[in-house]
């Protein structure tokens, strides 16, 4: 079936490739000798000589016209950087822009992202983006930008842009210097594409076009930038980062004293090619990482969250992004965080270092090599470890790669701890996708060896969805053996065979409020082998996108789940369901997203119904007021109520996030964010100051502290507000270029 699959994308992926092609639109970057200065002000002489990439098309309301605020952008170079200018056109002044933070969201806000395809193989990209008060962000696009999880701004590196307000229009100017990019140096062209968002006229804009049907950032609609003088050689460039941090913090539930601790460390990274770099970490320090945001949990099952660690970040999709979110075989997350062989809870565990070779061998092959070290505790029963990964990726046909992994986890005298010496992971995907993004999927099988268990354990997925303008089919299947184990990935569950078909329809009416909606169904299903069918879930619904840019949803839901094992349902440490029963039943869900361009902006995602053998009610979302340009007031909660008939009383589980961020300017960033999950019994308060006083240098300072505070529907004299632990770290990073 699997090599079937294959042959056949190999099929149709040759047919289009045979097929031609319209003429895609073009932009020249220029050549300058004279000094640029980037402040905002397009008053150099070079911006009048070169022709820009203009007659951007709508993409929201529609995608068939030419955007009413039009754009311009100007590309030159030099031995040194990229230049860019750009005028951003408008029908007035009431410019929005929610935060002065960098790395903004780009929704509801005024702003433009230029996305380079630097190896022009429409797979990798990098972008970079500026709003009218000069505020920037910057991040990658993997696996060709085919779906929203390929875009990440986690990337972070030194460049320069500033912007000035008009009346009625802003412009910009950016300098990116070239051994912050990595690219093809023989090459005459780069992929380019980019896309505005004026909030003025709701409209969204993009150069040279892209079908609204697709992602913003999809590089199946990429342009050409062709260069006038080719880009230089890449000059080895060696950057330092050393930091040094201090922190104090007391554990009140262990009942020890408070402690000090003082670290120093860094990474180095080595441009060993245009296309390739050699990072290195010692004694890594991750204090200054953002919280993560918490999700109540009533699955079964591990919840997901991402990777934040800046040395994981770079070139991540090269290592992480095998096979599907859900049957992952290496989550560098795991890497530095154990489990207490004695209590099973989750630890930190000290990394003492490693290494990260990765980018590009050539314009067609991507490389990535990681090894890192842990250290031993034996308090905790923790055996030292290494972490060893290597990743190869290669391009096929036009937008197509196939990849190879090899994880391998050596450990220290575990056996003697009852843990596994060594586990190994081997594994090869192939992701595809055609010239226009019609077609886009993956195939993969992986394999796990570990000590102490015989024979190879397998794990295989497929992904295959056709996407045109008025119709969206997807067929998605899996299976995961019996005994498969990637202890340094994240597989949510085990001996299983699945399969989940969606098909929606998609209409744009000409006239009234709904600017399209969708209407469709999608089921999974699950089985386990030599046993049946344990869980399945029908789907049927609609969503509305309006032409104020609000959003709509409505579903109806069939949930079958067989249960092999005691469960509590409610996540509330309540009275467990037997295990070898079976439940089948309906509830209606729903969401509604306002203009997200308001101040004041709302999102509510309903439930009712049928839960198991009882009845649940809940509701999540979020509420944002801005006061721009400085931050906002955030609210997240998710709040759910039980009504089940073996429990003595209605259950709850309730979730509450407030957050407050300030920017005092573009370079002094604060968050205060409190977390209240009754799940835990926890209240957690993380107070946090950034000042980026240099390029990518920071001063962090982070206070944190978690109380125990039940149940909010427990008795006063049960909500008590004890400590159990408390920290504030202060740390010094600086980014030095030798």
């Given at each position: 079936?699997?090599?079937?699959?294959?042959?056949?994308?190999?099929?149709?992926?040759?047919?289009?490739v045979s097929q031609s092609k319209d003429s895609p639109k073009v932009v020249d970057v220029g050549d300058v000798s004279e000094r640029i200065v980037i402040d905002g002000v397009l008053d150099e002489k070079i911006w009048s000589k070169v022709h820009p990439a203009t007659d951007f098309l709508q993409y929201f309301p529609t995608d068939t016209l030419i955007a009413?605020?039009?754009?311009?952008?100007?590309?030159?170079?030099?031995?040194?950087?990229?230049?860019?200018?750009?005028?951003?056109?408008?029908?007035?002044?009431?410019?929005?822009?929610?935060?002065?933070?960098?790395?903004?969201?780009?929704?509801?806000?005024?702003?433009?992202?230029?996305?380079?395809?630097?190896?022009d193989d429409r797979t990798n990209g990098i972008f970079f983006g500026i709003n009218p008060e000069g505020v920037v962000r910057e991040g990658v696009v993997t696996n060709g930008g085919n779906e929203r999880r390929d875009f990440s701004e986690s990337w972070d590196n030194r460049w320069r842009g500033e912007a000035q307000k008009y009346d009625g229009y802003y412009t910009a100017e950016m300098s990116i210097p070239f051994s912050t990019l990595r690219y093809d140096t023989k090459s005459e062209k780069w992929g380019f594409l980019a896309y505005r968002f004026d909030t003025q006229s709701n409209e969204l804009s993009t150069w040279p076009g892209t079908p609204q049907n697709q992602v913003l950032f999809n590089l199946a609609a990429v342009g050409e930038m062709r260069w006038q003088k080719k880009p230089p050689p890449s000059k080895k460039q060696i950057s330092i980062i050393p930091f040094v941090s201090g922190a104090v913090n007391r554990d009140y539930?262990?009942?020890?004293?408070?402690?000090?601790?003082?670290?120093?460390?860094?990474?180095?990274?080595?441009?060993?090619?245009?296309?390739?770099?050699?990072?290195?970490?010692?004694?890594?320090?991750?204090?200054?990482?953002?919280?993560?945001?918490?999700?109540?949990?009533?699955?079964?099952?591990?919840?997901?969250?991402?990777?934040?660690?800046?040395?994981?970040?770079?070139?991540?999709d090269l290592f992480g992004q095998f096979g599907f979110s859900t049957i992952n075989p290496f989550f560098s997350r795991r890497i530095g965080v154990a489990r207490d062989s004695s209590t099973n809870q989750t630890v930190q565990n000290r990394i003492y270092g490693g290494l990260r070779l990765s980018g590009k061998i050539n314009p067609k092959t991507r490389i990535g090599v990681m090894n890192m070290q842990t250290a031993s505790n034996d308090v905790q029963g923790l055996p030292a470890a290494n972490y060893g990964i290597l990743a190869l990726q290669r391009n096929v046909l036009e937008r197509s790669n196939i990849?190879?992994?090899?994880?391998?986890?050596?450990?220290?005298?575990?056996?003697?701890?009852?843990?596994?010496?060594?586990?190994?992971?081997?594994?090869?995907?192939?992701?595809?996708?055609?010239?226009?993004?019609?077609?886009?999927?993956?195939?993969?099988?992986?394999?796990?060896?570990?000590?102490?268990?015989?024979?190879?354990?397998?794990?295989?997925?497929?992904?295959?969805?056709?996407?045109?303008?008025?119709?969206?089919?997807?067929?998605?299947?899996?299976?995961?053996q019996d005994g498969y184990n990637a202890e340094v990935g994240f597989v949510r569950r085990k001996n299983y065979i699945s399969a989940a078909p969606e098909a929606a329809l998609i209409f744009?009416?000409?006239?009234?409020?709904?600017?399209?909606?969708?209407?469709?169904?999608?089921?999974?299903?699950?089985?386990?082998?030599?046993?049946?069918?344990?869980?399945?879930?029908?789907?049927?619904?609609?969503?509305?996108?309006?032409?104020?840019?609000?959003?709509?949803?409505?579903?109806?839901?069939?949930?079958?789940?067989?249960?092999?094992?005691?469960?509590?349902?409610?996540?509330?440490?309540?009275?467990?369901?037997?295990?070898?029963t079976e439940y089948t039943y309906w509830s209606i869900t729903g969401f509604y997203r306002s203009d997200s361009r308001k101040k004041i902006r709302y999102q509510l995602s309903p439930y009712i119904g049928q839960y198991f053998n009882g009845k649940r009610y809940g509701m999540r979302g979020g509420l944002?007021?801005?006061?721009?340009?400085?931050?906002?007031?955030?609210?997240?909660?998710?709040?759910?109520?039980?009504?089940?008939?073996?429990?003595?009383?209605?259950?709850?589980?309730?979730?509450?996030?407030?957050?407050?961020?300030?920017?005092?300017?573009?370079?002094?960033?604060?968050?205060?964010?409190?977390?209240?999950?009754?799940?835990?019994?926890?209240?957690?308060?993380?107070?946090?100051?950034?000042?980026?006083?240099?390029p990518v240098s920071d001063f962090f300072l982070v206070y944190t502290d978690n109380y125990f505070t039940g149940n909010v529907t427990d008795s006063l004299e049960r909500f008590a507000w004890n400590v159990r632990n408390r920290s504030i770290v202060a740390k010094l990073t600086y980014w030095f270029n030798v």
């Open positions: 079936m699997k090599s079937t699959f294959i042959l056949v994308l190999i099929f149709i992926s040759v047919r289009l009413n605020a039009q754009t311009e952008i100007y590309l030159v170079a030099d031995n040194e950087n990229l230049y860019v200018g750009i005028k951003c056109y408008a029908i007035g002044n009431n410019w929005i822009v929610s935060s002065l933070r960098r790395d903004y969201r780009a929704g509801g806000n005024d702003n433009i992202t230029l996305v380079f395809d630097t190896f539930v262990g009942g020890i004293p408070t402690k000090s601790k003082f670290d120093i460390g860094g990474d180095a990274k080595f441009g060993i090619t245009s296309g390739l770099n050699l990072d290195l970490t010692v004694n890594p320090d991750f204090s200054q990482v953002e919280v993560d945001r918490q999700i109540t949990n009533l699955s079964r099952f591990e919840l997901f969250f991402p990777e934040r660690r800046q040395f994981f970040i770079e070139n991540a990849s190879f992994l090899v994880v391998n986890k050596q450990s220290a005298n575990a056996n003697q701890l009852g843990l596994n010496a060594y586990n190994r992971v081997l594994g090869m995907d192939f992701n595809y996708a055609n010239s226009d993004n019609t077609w886009a999927g993956k195939v993969f099988t992986h394999g796990s060896l570990t000590d102490n268990q015989d024979g190879m354990k397998i794990s295989h997925g497929m992904d295959l969805t056709y996407n045109k303008r008025f119709i969206r089919l997807r067929w998605n299947h899996a299976y995961v744009y009416p000409k006239t009234g409020p709904i600017n399209s909606y969708r209407v469709g169904v999608r089921t999974e299903m699950f089985w386990k082998p030599g046993f049946g069918r344990t869980d399945e879930k029908i789907s049927f619904g609609t969503v509305m996108s309006m032409d104020d840019s609000a959003r709509l949803g409505l579903g109806v839901n069939r949930e079958f789940i067989y249960l092999f094992r005691d469960f509590d349902p409610t996540g509330t440490k309540s009275q467990k369901l037997a295990a070898n944002v007021l801005r006061y721009e340009p400085r931050g906002s007031i955030q609210l997240n909660y998710s709040v759910n109520w039980f009504d089940m008939p073996y429990l003595e009383e209605i259950k709850s589980t309730i979730l509450i996030g407030p957050r407050i961020d300030y920017t005092f300017s573009k370079s002094v960033f604060t968050t205060l964010f409190v977390q209240y999950n009754s799940q835990d019994q926890n209240t957690n308060v993380n107070a946090r100051l950034q000042w980026r006083f240099a």
